[in-house]
């Protein structure tokens, strides 16, 4: 971009999104580059719409549909597990708007004034005299036209919900277009009226107007969970002035895909837990003067006590990278335990190494994000391979050595 256009016309709504972390702008004497990072999405600003793609869109709608998205602030971080959603919050919500349009749309009526030759609806006499007759026009007359609407309330929420899931690009190309066909149907005319209102405000509203209309109920609720659920997640909530900004952390969604993975690996096991790091992304340095990040993702824990860690990579790799081993071999190496493994992107085929020395075991594995099918069935048959390797071998050996060596 031009520098010139960027100072005049793009800093002050780009400003935000480089505070946040969502973009990297380098500024040229003549020209400014923008890098996006980890993050997806939209901003609407008063100079225009900057949409930031996701590297791998199938992956990134899975997971943003899969999982829970927590709000970040400008400044400052706040941290959440990896719950899954037990329903799809955008088929729900599709099906709850079929459900509406299936039962009738509510509607409410507005009284317009309408001064014609032509007069429809009721005849105002008086107005008439007054407007017309006390000229000496006789060839028009006033009169009141009632005019249905679909209640603006559902309209608005409704705009709301189909925004955010076009701005995270949560829908499918046929849901897209469903979607859209939806809410062009909940529209009786072309009247919009926007408001400022908050969605629960909203909510309330619609939900204390029709107390008998239990679609509309379902309908209402599906939207509050799916807005709500924005500010839940691995969502990147930017503060500005003006304008909206509505980003999604695809690093974050892929932290949470590991470690679910290998939470459904471990499930009935006895003795096992899955956590999230606390410190990861923090670039947490092994020594105070510097050496590897130790703030890997995922920890596994056995009877209590640090058993594995694990990296989640979201990006394409043919192989283990020698950042990321350096990385868990360090970590695993300062926790004392003898089991590491790194989970990438595929850039072809899916793959699966193992290598290390007696000290610590490196497991990679790596999954397509393009397919076929779902990617987190994969990758949790990826991490159960995995881990059912690494108890086999311990089995054999008699015993849990690293975890034994950890608790002295």
Not at 51 to 74: D, G, I, K, M, Y
């Amino acid at each position: 971009m031009p520098r010139s256009e960027f100072d005049n016309v793009w800093e002050r709504s780009l400003a935000p999104l480089e505070v946040a972390r969502i973009l990297k702008i380098r500024r040229r004497v003549d020209r400014v580059l923008l890098f996006p990072n980890q993050f997806a999405g939209v901003a609407r600003t008063e100079t225009g719409t900057v949409r930031v793609a996701p590297r791998h869109p199938q992956l990134f709608r899975e997971l943003t549909r899969s999982f829970h998205r927590q709000a970040r602030q400008v400044g400052g971080v706040q941290t959440g597990g990896s719950e899954r959603i037990s329903n799809d919050g955008v088929a729900t919500y599709l099906t709850a708007l079929m459900a509406v349009l299936a039962e009738g749309v509510p509607f409410e009526y507005e009284s317009k004034r309408d001064n014609s030759s032509a007069p429809r609806g009721s005849f105002d006499m008086s107005g008439t005299i007054r407007e017309f007759a006390a000229r000496g026009i006789a060839h028009r007359a006033v009169s009141h036209v009632s005019i249905r609407h679909t209640d603006q309330d559902i309209v608005s929420l409704c705009q709301r919900v189909s925004e955010m899931v076009r701005d995270l690009t949560l829908a499918s190309e046929q849901e897209s277009a469903t979607m859209a066909q939806l809410l062009d149907g909940i529209r009786t005319s072309d009247r919009v009226q926007e408001t400022d209102e908050d969605s629960r405000t909203l909510a309330l509203r619609i939900s204390s107007r029709y107390p008998e209309r239990p679609d509309v109920l379902h309908l209402v609720a599906t939207c509050e969970a799916l807005l709500n659920e924005e500010h839940t997640g691995t969502m990147a909530r930017v503060t500005a002035s003006s304008g909206s900004y509505r980003f999604a952390d695809a690093d974050a969604l892929w932290e949470r895909a590991v470690h679910a993975a290998f939470q459904t690996a471990l499930a009935g096991r006895a003795g096992f837990e899955v956590a999230l790091h606390p410190l990861r992304g923090s670039s947490t340095p092994l020594f105070s003067d510097g050496g590897p990040d130790i703030d890997p993702d995922v920890i596994v824990f056995r009877d209590g006590h640090p058993w594995m860690v694990v990296d989640a990579k979201d990006y394409l790799a043919a192989s283990p990278d020698p950042s990321g081993v350096y990385q868990v071999y360090a970590y695993a190496k300062h926790l004392q335990i003898e089991h590491a493994a790194l989970a990438y992107l595929a850039a072809d085929r899916p793959w699966q190494s193992k290598f290390g020395d007696n000290g610590v075991a490196i497991h990679s594995l790596a999954v397509s994000p393009k397919g076929p099918g779902p990617t987190l069935p994969r990758l949790e048959s990826s991490a159960r391979r995995v881990l059912n390797e690494i108890l086999d071998t311990d089995s054999q050996l008699g015993g849990n050595a690293s975890s034994d060596r950890t608790r002295e």
